[in-house]
């Protein structure tokens, strides 16, 4: 079981926040440090000092890292022409020595488009499903071929199809509830499917459909990563966790039900649970960036269970 941190910048930090919780996170052996993709906050925060671009900081971050895997989850195709997006995330696998992953999704967040001005249609699946074509095809031409694309949404003529990544197959995350297209788009273009904050019950069946997608289209269904995030608050005891709890504005109860809350004992049953439900990776979401103490818990305290 790999553990990777996620986190919600948008909520309310600065770069040096980021960087902060970054460092900590290579320092103390997590698998990846991921970002949310948004431009407001959500809830009644005012998100001071203001949104920073997931890519722009993933580029910083490239160059204040060695070792830790740096992505997004998950990128929304309303913000960026998929061409931009691929030189944009190809320049960060390239100035982190090959460390990038691309987690790209439909947007949701109506509100923020409004806020910034970004256009927000109606219907986003195809605008997906597209990008995904493109940009897995961009990154798949020979260096001296070119690549062109003829789309209802887009359209590429004649393509460089540069600058190339450093890895020869940048993981690309797809993610979702959906029954039907997310499973079998999963199925053609990710190297992993992710399901954000399930209810426990919905991840094994969800799960079984990626499986069965693959196995659709002749793809080895273990050549796909099952991963899980879930929102994170645990402590050294109780009154520790419900700190904790109490710090990110989430019910107690509702973190053990739903996500990942308690003690130790408690999130290393959790995760447990998760990996016989066919997780083999968490993305733990940690809402309080000042809170370092809580990466350092879970590094000492839970994930030496499953290294």
Same mark, same amino acid.
């Given at each position: #079981? ?39 906050? #959500? ?51 390239? #100035?982190?020595?090959?460390? /990038? ?30 990008? !995904? ?35 020869? /197959? ?104 998760? /990996? ?7 993305? !733990? ?23």
């Amino acid at each position: #079981m790999h553990l990777r941190i996620f986190t919600e910048p948008q909520q309310g930090a600065t770069y040096d926040d980021i960087l902060a919780v970054a460092q900590a996170s290579e320092r103390l052996g997590f698998d990846a440090f991921f970002r949310s993709d948004h431009y407001l906050a #959500m809830g009644d925060e005012p998100g001071l000092p203001g949104p920073t671009d997931a890519w722009t900081t993933l580029a910083g971050l490239a160059r204040e890292t060695s070792r830790i895997k740096l992505g997004t989850l998950v990128s929304s195709v309303t913000y960026r022409y998929p061409g931009i997006l691929a030189i944009q995330v190809a320049q960060v696998d390239q #100035m982190s020595g090959g460390r /990038a992953e691309l987690g790209l999704g439909t947007g949701w967040f109506a509100r923020e488009h409004e806020a910034y001005g970004i256009p927000f249609p109606e219907k986003r699946f195809g605008l997906l499903e597209e990008q !995904l074509e493109i940009v897995t095809g961009l990154f798949g031409t020979a260096v001296g071929e070119t690549y062109s694309f003829e789309g209802e949404h887009y359209r590429l003529v004649d393509s460089p199809a540069l600058p190339k990544p450093v890895q020869a /197959a940048l993981p690309i995350i797809v993610g979702g509830s959906g029954k039907a297209r997310t499973p079998a788009m999963a199925a053609r273009f990710a190297t992993e499917f992710n399901i954000p904050f399930p209810e426990i019950a919905d991840i094994r069946p969800q799960f079984e459909r990626v499986r069965a997608a693959c196995e659709a289209i002749g793809r080895d269904a273990d050549s796909m990563v099952y991963s899980v995030a879930v929102t994170t608050a645990v402590g050294a005891d109780e009154a520790e966790f419900r700190l904790r709890a109490a710090a990110i504005g989430r019910d107690p109860e509702e973190l053990r039900k739903s996500g990942l809350g308690g003690t130790a004992s408690e999130a290393i049953d959790r995760i447990g649970e998760l /990996a016989d439900l066919g997780a083999e990776r968490l993305y !733990l979401q940690v809402l309080d960036l000042s809170d370092l103490d809580h990466l350092e818990f879970i590094a000492s305290e839970i994930a030496p269970h499953f290294s």
